[in-house]
């Protein structure tokens, strides 16, 4: 009986990794952006988005907590809807936006919240200044993408920004200092 209890151990753990390492996936382009909202005079919640844009995700189930998360896009990709307001953001009213002017931001904390949730500290860098920003976090699945045939990944994410600490606050109180964002993004297994 020790014998067969030996073995069956011995097998389980030489099935079973012993420390599994993150694996790097990257974002899926098409299916990722950032969705914005912000309160005009009281009148209407006014929309924009960012999409197609760039990133890597370290990502480890055994230890989500271990994972990490990088993204970058132009400021210049926003879509307004209006080709007026997005002039007026890219002016120096607000940005004064050069071609390569990017927004970038990077994962310095995760913890864990629940079976699929988290919170993603990290440093969001905008408009030349850097702040710590927590991005409350699901993961919607992980799992193999059925047509592309390899591991995918899922997360939608959600977060509160002041305009006025990336110093594009123009217009504040009238136009909401608060800025409603909401993330959805896909990536996959990298090569």
């Given at each position: 009986?020790?014998?067969?209890?030996?073995?069956?151990?011995a097998?389980?753990?030489?099935?079973?990794?012993?420390?599994?390492?993150?694996?790097?996936?990257?974002?899926?382009?098409?299916?990722?952006?950032?969705?914005?909202?912000?309160?005009?005079?009281?009148?209407?919640?006014?929309?924009?988005?960012f999409?197609?844009f760039?990133?890597?995700?370290?990502?480890?189930?055994?230890?989500?907590?271990?994972?990490?998360?990088?993204?970058?896009?132009?400021?210049?990709?926003?879509?307004?809807?209006?080709?007026?307001?997005?002039?007026?953001?890219?002016?120096?009213?607000?940005?004064?936006?050069?071609?390569?002017?990017?927004?970038?931001?990077?994962?310095?904390?995760?913890?864990?919240?629940?079976?699929?949730?988290?919170?993603?500290?990290?440093?969001?860098?905008?408009?030349?200044?850097?702040?710590?920003?927590?991005?409350?976090?699901?993961?919607?699945?992980?799992?193999?993408?059925?047509?592309?045939?390899?591991?995918?990944?899922?997360?939608?994410?959600?977060?509160?920004?002041?305009?006025?600490?990336?110093?594009?606050?123009?217009?504040?109180?009238?136009v909401?200092?608060?800025?409603?964002?909401?993330?959805?993004?896909?990536?996959e297994?990298?090569?």
């Amino acid at each position: 009986m020790k014998t067969i209890f030996g073995t069956a151990t011995a097998l389980a753990l030489l099935s079973t990794p012993v420390l599994a390492a993150p694996a790097p996936y990257t974002l899926d382009a098409s299916h990722s952006q950032v969705l914005f909202n912000y309160d005009h005079l009281g009148f209407s919640t006014t929309y924009g988005l960012f999409s197609g844009f760039d990133g890597e995700i370290s990502f480890d189930a055994e230890d989500p907590a271990a994972s990490s998360v990088s993204v970058s896009f132009p400021v210049r990709s926003m879509m307004t809807g209006w080709e007026a307001r997005f002039e007026h953001f890219m002016s120096d009213d607000f940005f004064g936006a050069a071609e390569d002017d990017m927004v970038t931001f990077t994962s310095t904390a995760i913890e864990v919240t629940g079976e699929n949730t988290a919170l993603i500290t990290g440093d969001l860098s905008m408009n030349g200044i850097t702040k710590e920003v927590v991005l409350d976090t699901v993961l919607n699945q992980a799992g193999q993408h059925p047509m592309a045939e390899k591991p995918w990944l899922g997360f939608d994410a959600t977060t509160t920004l002041l305009r006025s600490d990336f110093e594009v606050g123009a217009f504040a109180p009238f136009v909401s200092d608060e800025v409603q964002v909401m993330i959805s993004i896909e990536a996959e297994a990298a090569e």
